[in-house]
Structures are given as C-alpha cells and as structure tokens.
C-alpha cells in the first residue's frame, strides 16, 4: 500500500478530506522523524508499536567486490518492533 491509498483510507474513515488526511499523515511522519532525531529515543505509539534508536559501534567488515578488509563506521539506525495489538491483526486474532 503506498502513501495515496493510506491517504485516502483515513480519509473515508475519518470523515474528511483527502487533504485534511494528507496533512494529518504528513504531520504525524514528520513528527516521528523529528523525534527520532532529537534526544527522543523511542516513541511508543498503542497498538502500533515503538520506534527506536539503536546506536551501532564501528565494526570491521569485508567488501564483497574486492575481499578487501574494511572498517564500517559507528552510526544510528531506526528500529520498529510491533506491538501485540498489532502481531494479533496479522494472525487475525482479535
């Protein structure tokens, strides 16, 4: 599903305008983005899930087209990990 689609579910749903959802979804990644960003290291959103921050360290690595040994650096990555709610919806439990 790609990003007009889910616009316009939550429009159909919420009762408004296919506008008004583009904003709101714009409004609500952008918000993720900025926390996840800033100090926030997690938000945990009910029955989606929570998004995180994990730190990896600088590690050793080897290129696939040389074979040569390389150093990959530390960096900062996002994580999602579904909350049950949502596993459940999967499954099709209630």
Same mark, same amino acid.
């Given at each position: 599903?790609?990003?007009? #689609?889910?616009? +316009?579910?939550? %429009? #159909?749903?919420? *009762? @408004?305008? /296919? &506008?008004? =959802?583009?904003?709101?979804?714009?409004?609500?990644?952008?918000?993720?983005?900025?926390? !996840?960003?800033? #100090?926030?290291? /997690?938000?945990?959103?009910?029955?989606?899930?929570?998004?995180?921050?994990? #730190? $990896?360290? +600088?590690?050793? *690595?080897?290129?696939?087209?040389?074979? /040569?040994? $390389?150093? @990959?650096?530390?960096?900062? !990555?996002?994580?999602? %990990?579904? %909350? &049950?709610?949502? /596993? *459940? =919806?999967? !499954? *099709? &439990?209630?």
């Amino acid at each position: 599903m790609r990003k007009p #689609e889910i616009v +316009a579910l939550v %429009s #159909e749903r919420a *009762g @408004i305008t /296919k &506008k008004a =959802a583009a904003q709101a979804l714009t409004a609500f990644v952008d918000t993720i983005h900025t926390s !996840l960003q800033s #100090e926030n290291k /997690k938000i945990r959103i009910a029955d989606l899930g929570t998004f995180r921050v994990i #730190e $990896m360290a +600088a590690r050793r *690595g080897v290129n696939p087209r040389t074979g /040569k040994q $390389m150093t @990959i650096k530390a960096m900062r !990555l996002p994580r999602f %990990s579904p %909350s &049950k709610a949502l /596993k *459940g =919806a999967v !499954l *099709g &439990k209630k």
